[in-house]
């Protein structure tokens, strides 16, 4: 079992930048892949990005490219997404996700776990 917990989220001016981080317990943080997922109104949620268990491996949707980082501390069992250059259409409720797997994964089937989420609101 693996609770998570984000923070970070919030409103920001188009352009802003904002970090969310994933607090995580429960099973070894070493042992799986992290991933956040975003989910705007009425649309489907969506991978936004992805790191292996190590951090060595990382995944980005095209979307958001050169302008999210993601990255883990193991020793602190936390994953974090700085986001920068952030437009209106990054507004979403943001989840952080633990995979069953230790390598990047991008479906949401392959997450076991779930934390809350948090709003990221960006205005124009």
């Known amino acids: 079992q693996v609770q998570l917990v984000e923070s970070g989220g919030g409103l920001v001016q188009a352009g802003g930048s904002l970090r969310l981080s994933c607090a995580a317990s429960g099973r070894p943080f070493s042992s799986y892949g992290m991933g956040w997922f975003r989910q705007a109104p009425g649309k489907e949620r969506e991978s936004v990005a992805a790191i292996s268990w190590s951090g060595g491996n990382t995944y980005y949707a095209d979307s958001v490219k050169g302008r999210f980082t993601i990255s883990r501390d193991n020793a602190k069992n936390t994953v974090a997404l700085q986001m920068n250059s952030l437009k209106p259409e990054d507004t979403a409720v943001y989840y952080c996700?633990?995979?069953?797997?230790?390598?990047?994964?991008?479906?949401?089937?392959?997450?076991?776990?779930w934390g809350q989420g948090t709003q990221v609101t960006v205005s124009s």
């Open positions: 996700a633990a995979s069953r797997f230790r390598s990047i994964m991008t479906t949401r089937s392959a997450y076991a776990y």
